[in-house]
């Protein structure tokens, strides 16, 4: 199976910040990787499919970068809406398996 | 406008069974592969199932692999997640989501609780 590994599982800043949340795959997954944003209570919603393209009607404050092991996610500037944990997913081979999450807070 | 709308959660007892629904509408379903994703009170999300357009293919996550079974209905617009042997840590939410480019829309999710 393919282990994700997220980093940090949590953060701190303020609005206004960059920040950028990385994945990492266990083997080589080329392009296949996802980002989801969830708020509690709520579903988790996708930000970044592919690596790199950008959800229709998610601002472009988000993006994503990477292929095969190492991939980011990065908000150019955080807005009070986005703290949220947020979590990576490789679509490349079953089982589909999640980062464990980071928890963005101010 | 497309909806996914889970039902079939509740409270059972360890060993006994439930079947989840998932009823999707404002698209066309028999075009999209689905998957289950749960996630355990306080915890990350978990993947637990996937079922291709036409339920040639099917994968599940070892920890539910022999007691759940995933299926369709194309005719009726609905995935279905049969789910025996039910243990403690099922206790979660299930949600059922759409594979578009990632998995692009998901319910609100039901939740299941076993417990005695």
């Known amino acids: 199976d393919i282990q994700m590994t997220q980093s940090p599982s949590s953060l701190s800043a303020s609005v206004g910040d960059r920040v950028t949340i990385t994945c990492r795959a266990s083997?080589?997954?080329?392009?296949?990787l996802n980002w989801y944003q969830q708020k509690p209570g709520r579903a988790p919603k996708l930000l970044i499919y592919g690596a790199s393209s950008l959800q229709s009607g998610v601002p472009s404050r988000f993006s994503g970068s990477g292929s095969e092991t190492d991939f980011t996610l990065t908000i150019s500037s955080l807005q009070p809406e986005d703290f949220a944990t947020y979590y990576c997913?490789?679509?490349?081979?079953?089982?589909?398996?999640f980062g464990q999450g980071t928890k963005l807070d101010i | 406008e497309v909806q996914l709308v889970e039902s079939g959660g509740g409270l059972v007892q360890p060993g006994g069974s439930l079947r989840l629904s998932c009823a999707a509408s404002?698209?066309?379903?028999?075009?999209?592969?689905m998957n289950w994703v749960r996630q355990a009170p306080g915890k990350g999300l978990e993947w637990v199932s996937y079922i291709s357009s036409s339920s040639s293919t099917i994968y599940y996550a070892d920890s539910v692999k022999g007691r759940f079974t995933i299926s369709r209905d194309n005719a009726k617009n609905s995935l279905y997640l049969q789910m025996n042997s039910l243990r403690d840590e099922d206790t979660a939410v299930y949600y059922c989501a759409r594979n578009g480019l990632g998995s692009d829309y998901w319910g609100q999710g039901t939740l299941v609780t076993v417990s005695s």
């Open positions: 083997q080589n997954i080329p392009n296949y």
């Open positions: 997913q490789q679509s490349y081979s079953s089982p589909y398996t």
């Open positions: 404002g698209f066309t379903f028999s075009s999209y592969s």
